[in-house]
């Protein structure tokens, strides 16, 4: 999945979120497009025409063009009749029959990345409620699209060399190593199911391109659950127990034991002997 569909999926699902959490019955967004001052309205949901549809909007111009412009949101009591913002769209709101509107940005690292907006069909305040309620949705996709730009950056940054006598110990598969960890570090973090999913698989290309030519795990009966893999992942790249937790956003005692069980499991009286036998079976990378 592109970067651009990967952001388009996340305002389609926010626009679905954002009509729940303000009960506003129309919701539209879109992203800037890369290298231009405008935001692409791609996503429409409670339309009742196409209107707003592929509509380009400059930065600074009309509600969202101001939104990007002060990356902040902002919103009208009656579109067509404030005096707050310029009025270029003013043609296809009044097509849509939308009176009362706002718009959030999406801001990543600083930078606008699209805008949400909500709508009514009747001049009417929307209030804080409705406002800050459409901000948490924002701030939801802000996040999933850090997470992912960070994944596609991790994955970017470990490129292994085909494994050449011992090189699979060197440098470049230090670099792996701990991308694999950041990786796994990262999966919890996301309520997605799909790119959780989708990132999971990522680590498990990563583990089998290091894994040497040996009989997996699980072939011996013997299975780590998600969160041991997790823990074992930290300690492999070298993380204290204090640090894994701090990680995994789990409790001190809840990682000794997660490491305990994969210790068990995998037969290992020290963590290092745990991580090696591990590496050897083609679990870690």
């Given at each position: 999945m592109t970067a651009n569909a990967s952001g388009a999926a996340e305002i389609r699902g926010a626009l679905v979120r954002l009509r729940r959490a303000t009960g506003l019955p129309v919701a539209f967004g879109?992203?800037?497009?890369?290298?231009?001052?405008?935001?692409?309205?791609?996503?429409?949901?409670?339309?009742?025409t196409l209107a707003l549809s592929a509509l380009a909007v400059t930065s600074g111009n009309?509600?969202?063009?101001?939104a990007v412009a002060l990356a902040r949101p902002c919103a009208v009591t009656d579109y067509s009749l404030s005096r707050q913002i310029s009025h270029e769209y003013d043609a296809a709101v009044a097509a849509e029959g939308l009176r009362s509107v706002l718009a959030v940005p999406v801001v990543v690292r600083r930078?606008?990345?699209?805008?949400?907006?909500?709508?009514l069909r009747t001049a009417q305040p929307l209030g804080d409620r409705?406002?800050?309620?459409?901000?948490?949705?924002?701030?939801?996709?802000?996040?999933?699209?850090?997470?992912?730009?960070?994944?596609?950056?991790?994955?970017?940054?470990?490129?292994?060399?085909?494994?050449?006598?011992?090189?699979?110990?060197?440098a470049a598969w230090e670099q792996v190593r701990e991308a694999h960890a950041a990786l796994r570090a990262l999966a919890p973090r996301i309520a997605d199911p799909g790119l959780r999913a989708e990132l999971l698989e990522a680590c498990g290309l990563l583990t089998?391109?290091?894994?040497?030519?040996?009989?997996?795990?699980?072939?011996?009966?013997?299975?780590?659950?998600?969160?041991?893999?997790?823990?074992?992942?930290?300690?492999?790249?070298?993380?204290?127990?204090?640090?894994?937790?701090?990680?995994?956003g789990l409790g001190p005692e809840t990682v000794k034991s997660y490491l305990r069980s994969a210790m068990r499991k995998l037969g290992a009286h020290t963590r290092g002997e745990a991580v090696a036998t591990a590496r050897r079976a083609g679990v870690l990378p």
């Amino acid at each position: 999945m592109t970067a651009n569909a990967s952001g388009a999926a996340e305002i389609r699902g926010a626009l679905v979120r954002l009509r729940r959490a303000t009960g506003l019955p129309v919701a539209f967004g879109g992203l800037v497009e890369p290298g231009r001052p405008r935001i692409r309205i791609s996503e429409l949901t409670g339309t009742a025409t196409l209107a707003l549809s592929a509509l380009a909007v400059t930065s600074g111009n009309g509600l969202g063009g101001k939104a990007v412009a002060l990356a902040r949101p902002c919103a009208v009591t009656d579109y067509s009749l404030s005096r707050q913002i310029s009025h270029e769209y003013d043609a296809a709101v009044a097509a849509e029959g939308l009176r009362s509107v706002l718009a959030v940005p999406v801001v990543v690292r600083r930078r606008v990345r699209g805008v949400l907006y909500g709508a009514l069909r009747t001049a009417q305040p929307l209030g804080d409620r409705a406002l800050g309620a459409a901000v948490a949705v924002a701030r939801d996709v802000e996040q999933a699209l850090v997470v992912r730009e960070e994944a596609r950056d991790l994955l970017a940054a470990a490129r292994p060399e085909p494994a050449d006598g011992d090189a699979a110990g060197g440098a470049a598969w230090e670099q792996v190593r701990e991308a694999h960890a950041a990786l796994r570090a990262l999966a919890p973090r996301i309520a997605d199911p799909g790119l959780r999913a989708e990132l999971l698989e990522a680590c498990g290309l990563l583990t089998a391109a290091a894994a040497p030519a040996r009989a997996p795990l699980a072939a011996e009966g013997v299975t780590l659950a998600p969160r041991e893999l997790d823990v074992l992942t930290c300690v492999a790249a070298g993380a204290t127990n204090a640090t894994a937790a701090a990680r995994l956003g789990l409790g001190p005692e809840t990682v000794k034991s997660y490491l305990r069980s994969a210790m068990r499991k995998l037969g290992a009286h020290t963590r290092g002997e745990a991580v090696a036998t591990a590496r050897r079976a083609g679990v870690l990378p």
